[in-house]
């Protein structure tokens, strides 16, 4: 059985919401699936470094701010130089996922960002694998309505409140994001 952890930083809820339903999409094709959150001081929980050395698939979320992740995933980030020296997650498969009030809002940099880092550690990345809802028929809650292929991009209004947004195309679209990482380290791991 495939291992699949989902480290993540939510300032608001917003992203937090997006990992539960990445982490629901996962554990729907028989993944081991665990949530991790980075708290507000910018540390994982007891055992996260380790659960996250046992996995085989690691995916990563945070908030977009400012074009980029936020400073607790980034102290998560730089912390993780320790298993980047040994190398610890080499080979392991990779995936991201942002939030941020506006449509793109430069979430594409906050995708970049978690691609470098998990370059940096020789990972494996997987995109969205979807494609985009972009005729002129599409609906705001359609199946990747905001088009990303590098990772999962959701959206919440700068005034909705977790339980507003992100909007349930956007939770479906992360449901499904979550069964393809999954699904294709179940596969590679065989």
């Known amino acids: 059985m495939a291992k699949v952890a989902i480290v993540y930083h939510s300032g608001y809820g917003h992203t937090k919401k997006a990992a ?10 028989g993944a ?3 949530l991790y959150a980075i708290d507000a001081e910018g540390n994982l929980p ?21 074009g980029s992740v936020s400073w607790q995933f980034k102290k998560f980030a730089d912390a993780s130089s320790k298993p ?28 970049h960002y978690l691609i470098t880092l998990a370059m940096q ?12 809802s972009n ?11 905001v088009g990303s292929f590098a990772g999962l991009m959701t959206q919440s ?3 909705a409140s977790p339980d507003e947004g992100p909007l349930p195309g956007d939770l479906e679209t992360a449901r499904q994001f979550g069964v393809r990482v999954a699904t294709y380290t179940q596969q590679v791991k065989g």
């Open 121 to 132: 550690h020789s990972m494996i990345w997987v995109g969205s694998g979807m494609m985009p």
């Open 46 to 66: 007891d055992g996260g470094w380790e659960a996250l050395e046992a996995a085989d698939a690691i995916i990563m979320g945070s908030p977009t701010y400012m």
């Open 84 to 111: 980047w020296f040994g190398q610890k997650w080499k080979d392991k498969i990779a995936a991201g996922f942002t939030n941020s009030a506006t449509m793109n809002g430069d979430k594409h940099s906050t995708l």
């Open 157 to 159: 209004p700068s005034d």
């Open 135 to 145: 005729s002129k028929a599409a609906q705001r809650n359609d199946l990747n309505y």
């Open 20 to 29: 539960e339903a990445v982490h629901a999409g996962a554990a729907s094709t």
């Open 32 to 34: 081991e699936t665990s």
